[in-house]
């Protein structure tokens, strides 16, 4: 007999990050039902997940009028920063890029080089009233001694499917921001090494997500967070899951064992929507 879609979600969720290793901070919900929530209110670092909030933040000053997408930013050498994206690779800069294509190089390919220019059109003290006024109390960006530049900051497991279930509800940004920030996130051509890794083809533009990687003193931190939607277009689950003092810092490819976690786990996830 097979096994209701809840139960079997949350068997999964505990022989595969049992089997990963680390602390894991999780919220799973489907439709109304929270499926799992564990330890979803612990602050931690959110590496890339935080472009997410960086995002929204320039969106919701968008939507008030405050923020042209079509403003345009002239990418300099200064600007550049390395690790992922796309910037980094050019061998010369100069080009002049609009401020919607800079949030997608953001979400698309966690281009690191288009925090620095978000900084350059909303400092970090205005980005975290921003996120407060959003009703985020714990998400921040981490300010520097230059308010252009800054850290990516904290979140919790909570806040972030906070955001995206307010997200896929249209209850965080103007519609047209939020099939902006959506079109992104579930692009084929975006992020594919975890929870899409084993699906097939259509199946990977149901889910919409980000993901963010790093190391620090106690190993480790793999995270991955999005939306699930049925084939009939609705959403039907967010999961928001992030896990440090993992092993195998210098693994950043599909075969990290939080990494394969997600793989697996997004197999059943996408089976029970």
Request: hydrophobic share 40%; charged share 20%.
């Amino acid at each position: 007999m097979a096994l209701p879609s809840v139960t079997r979600i949350r068997r999964a969720y505990t022989r595969l990050t049992t089997r990963a290793g680390g602390d894991w901070h999780a919220r799973i919900t489907r439709g109304a039902t929270v499926v799992v929530a564990r330890d979803d209110e612990r602050a931690v670092k959110g590496y890339s997940i935080q472009k997410l909030f960086l995002a929204a933040a320039l969106l919701a000053k968008s939507d008030r009028g405050e923020l042209d997408l079509a403003r345009r930013l002239t990418l300099g050498r200064t600007d550049i920063l390395g690790g992922s994206g796309l910037y980094h690779l050019q061998p010369v800069h100069g080009d002049q890029l609009t401020v919607a294509g800079v949030l997608t190089a953001l979400l698309l390919v966690s281009d690191n080089t288009a925090v620095r220019l978000c900084g350059r059109l909303v400092p970090a003290p205005e980005i975290n009233e921003i996120l407060a006024s959003l009703g985020f109390a714990r998400t921040r960006v981490a300010p520097t001694a230059d308010p252009a530049r800054f850290l990516l900051g904290d979140t919790t497991a909570r806040e972030t499917h906070d955001l995206l279930t307010r997200l896929a509800t249209g209850s965080l940004l103007s519609t047209a921001s939020s099939a902006f920030l959506l079109s992104v996130l579930r692009s084929p051509s975006g992020y594919h090494d975890g929870v899409r890794h084993d699906l097939p083809g259509p199946a990977r533009t149901r889910v919409a997500t980000k993901h963010g990687a790093d190391h620090d003193a106690r190993g480790a931190a793999r995270h991955e967070a999005g939306i699930v939607f049925a084939e009939d277009g609705t959403p039907a689950l967010i999961y928001s899951l992030f896990a440090d003092a993992l092993p195998a810092a210098d693994d950043y490819g599909p075969t990290h064992p939080a990494v394969t976690a997600h793989a697996a786990l997004g197999r059943i996830l996408i089976e029970s929507c």
